[in-house]
């Protein structure tokens, strides 16, 4: 099998590579947003914990 | 039996550790099982009898369901197990599934209507299986919303519970729906009793790709109840040693 072949999907490209496509960039996304969700949590508890030291 | 164990990890300080030593054994297992499925999947699976090269969107597009399903139901008996017990643990569970869950039930549909196009020439029919998926976003996309209404986390926490247990009776709709109505969407693949109705060279990359999605999630879980742990004992004082490093 030869790559054009393989691209062309027996004429559904149009339908089989989006679908991918669609699929990986959901995954990618979502372990960016759950990585950036516990990162932000994390340095905003830092935040209070340092403001809350320097209080008492 | 002894439950210290499970006692020990519904503790935040120690789940909040456990999860961060957990999440890169679900995640790189995910990887390699979603690299082998894609491989299987596109390359070495045969091409349909009907469907041709068509059919490969199955690769995504049933795992993702399957996803949009085992999702809210790990939402639903979390929200159960918090609204019993009142454990706190459990309506954070609750809380971190919806978005993914509300992702994977947006990709069954959109690569369901990249898949009906072709071989059903259209982009979507309000039949049973579709809507009552659409329904699943809807229910997923209504507790996110929920939750962000009310400030008072355990009134959040409550409310989004019990709108998740009324929404359960949603789950046996969707998965019965080809069954119970005429609809244009294909019976089930892999049936539960009996042989799959489909050759092992098609099978087994899906199955792969479903536990590599499964393991996914697991891994997502675990980080976004970090997040989830680190917000809602914002003031407790293990903070301090357990955020350190």
């Given at each position: 099998m030869n790559w054009t072949e393989f691209l062309a999907m027996g004429g559904y490209a149009a339908f089989v590579w989006p679908s991918f496509g669609l699929t990986l960039v959901v995954l990618i996304q979502n372990i960016r947003a759950a990585r950036r969700l516990h990162a932000t949590a994390r340095e905003e508890a830092l935040r209070r914990l340092d403001a809350g030291r320097t209080q008492s | 039996m002894n439950w210290t164990w499970f006692h020990k990890l519904a503790s935040p300080p120690h789940f909040y550790r456990i999860a961060g030593r957990l999440a890169?054994?679900?995640?790189?297992?995910?990887?390699?099982?979603?690299?082998?499925?894609?491989?299987?999947?596109?390359?070495?699976?045969?091409?349909?009898?009907?469907?041709?090269?068509?059919?490969?969107?199955?690769?995504?597009?049933?795992?993702?369901?399957?996803?949009?399903?085992?999702?809210?139901?790990?939402?639903?008996?979390?929200?159960?197990?918090?609204?019993?017990?009142?454990?706190?643990?459990?309506?954070?569970?609750?809380?971190?599934?919806?978005?993914?869950?509300?992702?994977?039930?947006?990709?069954?549909?959109?690569?369901?209507?990249?898949?009906?196009?072709?071989?059903?020439?259209?982009?979507?029919?309000?039949?049973?299986?579709?809507?009552?998926?659409?329904?699943?976003?809807?229910?997923?996309?209504?507790?996110?919303?929920?939750?962000?209404?009310?400030?008072?986390?355990?009134?959040?926490?409550?409310?989004?519970?019990?709108?998740?247990?009324?929404?359960?009776?949603?789950?046996?709709?969707i998965h019965y729906s080809v069954y119970w109505w005429n609809t244009l969407h294909q019976g089930s693949t892999i049936t539960k009793i009996g042989k799959p109705s489909i050759t092992s060279d098609m099978l087994w990359p899906l199955l792969v790709m479903m536990v590599g999605f499964t393991l996914y999630f697991a891994a997502i879980l675990m980080t976004r109840l970090r997040a989830e742990v680190i917000r809602r004992e914002r003031d407790a004082s293990w903070l301090r040693e357990g955020l350190a490093r």
């Open positions: - | 890169p054994w679900f995640g790189w297992p995910a990887f390699l099982l979603i690299v082998v499925g894609l491989y299987g999947g596109l390359v070495l699976a045969p091409a349909d009898y009907q469907q041709g090269d068509g059919f490969r969107i199955l690769y995504v597009h049933a795992p993702s369901a399957w996803m949009s399903m085992f999702i809210y139901s790990t939402l639903a008996i979390a929200a159960g197990i918090g609204l019993v017990w009142r454990i706190k643990l459990a309506h954070a569970v609750a809380a971190a599934s919806a978005p993914v869950g509300a992702w994977f039930a947006f990709l069954a549909l959109a690569t369901g209507s990249l898949w009906g196009k072709p071989m059903w020439g259209t982009w979507w029919v309000w039949d049973a299986r579709l809507t009552s998926e659409l329904i699943l976003l809807f229910l997923y996309m209504g507790l996110i919303a929920l939750r962000a209404s009310i400030d008072e986390r355990e009134r959040a926490d409550r409310a989004c519970a019990v709108l998740a247990l009324v929404g359960v009776v949603n789950l046996p709709i």
